[in-house]
């Protein structure tokens, strides 16, 4: 391949001394930008990139596989408030990327895709290059903008507007198309330095207006039986101190969603969290922060929400998020930090508590809750059931605050979510808006490489299948890395029988008797195996402790789960099947 120099690839061109090239230009719009961490897979033709990225300073982990590395990024991004890189090969690479650019999409966190691509003159011919693909043209319609680069004086500009457009506003994911010639062409170092931008002001504060503050602060102080939830939105904010004044100060019971959880400690006197159904069916104004009513919040509508007229008031940066699924009677646009600012403004000195009819009904419910659940969480089952396991590793959690905690799965999820209470802003990594599997290990690497505290991944067997050869890359990497998968043997549980009678196993059951730990012992890591609450504690204290990438195999009882977890009720079920049963 020839560059506008006429050399060929990677020979030595006579006079370069005054020259630069892509792949230096590319490290130092980054550099520039002050993102110094990489979540990669490498290959054609971004290999030498990693090198020299790497020789740069810069710090560049190598996955196995680009979904994982692309979840990294997107965890990256929600935790650091910086875009997280994901850098992949052409077509095949940049596809196994895609699935978590949508993903952080999805979930409004900031990262960049950054794809390697084939020659452009071929790909838009049509004329069948090495990894053809127009990814320009796929990744679009799934991120929040997308861009390609072709000449190498515009790496800079390319580079600042991925940034800006990832963390502006809403944040989400963003694709930047890099054709493989693009690095090797050459420009005068100088005109090269001068090219680079330096992003100011990237995500720039968005002031609500008064009035809508003003709107708000009424309809909330007219409530009877007020209710805040707290969104990933509000985690992401870093407004950490003026939410948990805001909060306390308003007296009003609140509800974390997952991501939220530990912006105000779990066990804190105003949440609701073990009265969820009571304060979402008879509410009457309820104040989001940084939360969508989605599916998660079952659309504002129906049984969940009872027969209380309501009134909402939302908080987002998105103007268009308002009356997506209801009507928002006070709506507050602005970033959180600066709404929550106006919002503890607008309070005053004095704030008149909501009736305590309401919250002593709520703290009531969650006593009544919290005690009916506590004998489950101490039971002693051999094998385990989810409560006695999540008993054991709550306790961890306490003692433990600032380490992360990554969790998916079906039942594993749902039932560490309202078992596991976190005590500290952004520590709960889960699967998100989506409810998607595969976020664990990338999740976890993204948290160790971010944070520098110990990681807890709490894992359902299957879904921990889906990222399961990233232990290579934690073991790679020494990261401090406790994965204990809930292994039932199955999907949802691990009881399902060929209906045929046929030698096929059922469609949603794993191989009996596995034992994963035995898969980080070959990358020299440490491999557990326990099948009740105490050998659980003492192995992942262990590893907490040691820091040491640690796998636990945790033996469930295969019949401890649910269909789908707590969302069965999504699963189309057949009533013509039933009938022939
Ligand atoms: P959850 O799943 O926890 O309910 P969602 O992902 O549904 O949270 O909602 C997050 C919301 O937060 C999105 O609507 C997004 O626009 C908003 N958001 C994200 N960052 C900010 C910010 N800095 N300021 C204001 N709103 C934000
Ligand atoms: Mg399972």
Excluded at 15 to 39: H, R
Excluded at 50 to 73: D, K, V
Excluded at 329 to 346: F, N, R, T, Y
Excluded at 364 to 380: G, Q, S, W
Aim: with cysteine.
């Amino acid at each position: 391949m020839a560059d506008s120099t006429g050399a060929a690839n990677g020979e030595e061109v006579a006079g370069t001394e005054n020259l630069t090239d892509g792949f230096t230009l590319v490290i130092d719009a980054l550099k520039l930008n002050d993102i110094k961490t990489i979540y990669n897979v490498p290959g054609i033709p971004i290999t030498d990139l990693g090198r020299m990225m790497q020789a740069s300073g810069m710090r560049i982990l190598s996955f196995r596989h680009e979904q994982n590395a692309g979840y990294a990024a997107g965890a990256s991004g929600f935790l650091t408030k910086k875009p997280g890189i994901c850098l992949t090969v052409s077509a095949p690479g940049f596809l196994n990327g895609l699935t978590a650019l949508a993903h952080a999409t999805t979930n409004c966190f900031p990262m960049i895709l950054i794809s390697g691509s084939s020659e452009r003159e071929i790909v838009d011919l049509q004329q069948g290059d090495y990894e053809e693909m127009d990814q320009l043209a796929v990744a679009k319609p799934l991120c929040k903008a997308a861009y390609r680069v072709l000449n190498v004086e515009d790496i800079g500009i390319g580079i600042a507007r991925a940034i800006r457009a990832a963390v502006s506003g809403r944040p989400g994911g963003v694709y930047l198309d890099l054709p493989g010639k693009l690095f090797t062409q050459v420009i005068d170092a100088d005109e090269g330095a001068k090219s680079l931008v330096e992003v100011i002001d990237a995500a720039p504060s968005q002031l609500p207006s008064s009035q809508s503050v003003d709107r708000a602060l009424n309809l909330l102080k007219g409530a009877e039986r007020p209710l805040i939830i707290l969104g990933k939105g509000a985690a992401y904010s870093q407004a950490d101190d003026d939410i948990r004044n805001f909060v306390e100060k308003s007296g009003i019971p609140y509800l974390p969603m997952s991501m939220a959880k530990g912006l105000l400690p779990d066990n804190h006197p105003q949440s609701a969290s073990a009265a969820r159904s009571l304060v979402l069916k008879d509410s009457d104004v309820v104040m989001l922060i940084g939360a969508r009513i989605n599916w998660l919040l079952s659309h504002g509508k129906g049984r969940t929400w009872g027969d209380q007229a309501k009134k909402f008031i939302q908080v987002d940066i998105e103007p268009k998020e308002m009356d997506s699924n209801v009507e928002i009677a006070a709506p507050v646009v602005g970033d959180i930090g600066s709404c929550v600012k106006s919002l503890l403004e607008g309070m005053g000195e004095e704030w008149p508590k909501p009736p305590s009819e309401w919250t002593e009904e709520v703290k009531d419910k969650v006593e009544t809750n919290v005690a009916r659940m506590a004998p489950r969480l101490e039971n002693d089952n051999n094998p385990m059931d989810f409560h006695g396991a999540l008993g054991a590793l709550k306790k961890i959690i306490k003692e433990r605050p600032d380490s992360v905690l990554v969790n998916e799965g079906a039942n594993t999820l749902d039932f560490a979510r309202t078992v596991i209470d976190m005590y500290k802003p952004r520590k709960r990594l889960d699967v998100g808006t989506w409810g998607v599997m595969g976020i664990g290990m990338g999740s976890a690497i993204a948290a160790a490489v971010e944070t520098g505290q110990p990681v807890l991944a709490i894992e359902g067997d299957s879904a921990f299948g889906f990222s399961g050869m990233e232990i290579e890359t934690i073991c790679r990497y020494n990261l401090p890395v406790c994965v204990v998968v809930f292994n039932n043997s199955g999907i949802y549980r691990g009881m399902d029988t060929n209906p045929t009678g046929g030698s096929d196993a059922a469609t949603t059951v794993f191989v009996k008797d596995s034992r994963y730990d035995k898969m980080i012992e070959a990358f020299g890591g440490v491999g557990v195996s326990v099948t009740s609450p105490d050998e659980l504690t003492s192995a992942v204290n262990e590893a907490m402790d040691s820091g040491r990438p640690t796998l636990i195999n945790a033996v469930i009882d295969s019949s401890a789960g649910t269909e789908s977890g707590r969302i069965g009720n999504l699963n189309p079920k057949s009533v013509v099947a039933a009938k022939k049963e």
